[in-house]
């Protein structure tokens, strides 16, 4: 066994540990620690893709293993920092099980992911880290709007973006085949949003960012199809 082949393997197994971790310390009580693990899952993530092309060691078995640990990090970890939020919120002891409608969506939408080759420079539905970006800063955003962890506000968004990770709207993804302006407008636009609301409101509005990059990809999905209809 080749250590080289195994360094992107032991990259997405990071982002599994700190799944795993993340769901026990939101079990524990320290909600506040989720966007931590969800940041930490995201850069491991990031670098085990960057590594297996970097390395050229891509493999099948490599890809099912990043989904895996996607579905940890990614659709369980959010959906135990909603449920433990629902929990506490209201006193309705089914209520709160509507969180895991997260981790199946996260589901479905990796599956799709791994069968779709049509999301190579582009994502069809919500990322799965964006989603759990989203769902665990909340937690961050309700020390200045209380209003964003009330029960109906919660189940809402969890049922809108749990459509949303497996809709059919094309989200931008942002890769850079250049960095020109023509042809990279909507990934600049994003970018730049995401700056300012973070500029503006710090590390709380996080989950304001990641819902204009879905509205932003939205809008740019629906513009485009008018116009190759048109």
């Not at 080289?4 to 982002?15: D, F, S």
């Not at 937690?139 to 459509?163: E, Q, R």
């Not at 989200?171 to 960095?179: E, Q, T, V, Y």
């Amino acid at each position: 066994m080749k250590i080289k082949a195994q360094v992107p393997n032991i990259l997405t197994a990071g982002n599994l540990v700190c799944g795993c971790i993340g769901i026990v310390i939101v079990l524990s009580g320290k909600v506040e620690m989720a966007p931590v693990a969800v940041v930490m899952a995201a850069v491991f993530d990031f670098f085990d893709g960057f590594a297996a092309r970097a390395l050229k060691v891509s493999s099948a078995i490599g890809k099912e293993l990043d989904s895996l640990a996607d579905m940890v990090s990614f659709g369980v970890l959010p959906a135990v920092t909603v449920y433990q939020l629902l929990k506490t919120s209201q006193t309705n002891e089914f209520l709160p099980y509507i969180a895991f409608l997260i981790a199946v969506f996260s589901a479905f939408r990796l599956a799709q992911f791994n069968i779709d080759t049509r999301q190579s420079d582009k994502f069809i539905g919500v990322p799965t880290p964006a989603n759990a970006l989203f769902f665990t800063c909340l937690v961050w955003t309700a020390g200045a709007f209380p209003i964003v962890v009330n029960t109906y506000v919660l189940v809402g968004l969890t049922l809108l973006f749990s459509w949303l990770l497996v809709s059919p709207f094309e989200m931008i993804a942002l890769k850079f085949k250049s960095f020109g302006w023509a042809g990279n407008q909507p990934k600049y636009l994003v970018i730049l949003m995401a700056m300012l609301v973070i500029v503006i409101g710090g590390y709380t509005l996080l989950p304001l960012a990641i819902l204009l990059y879905v509205l932003t990809s939205i809008l740019s999905h629906l513009f485009q199809t008018k116009s190759s209809a048109s």
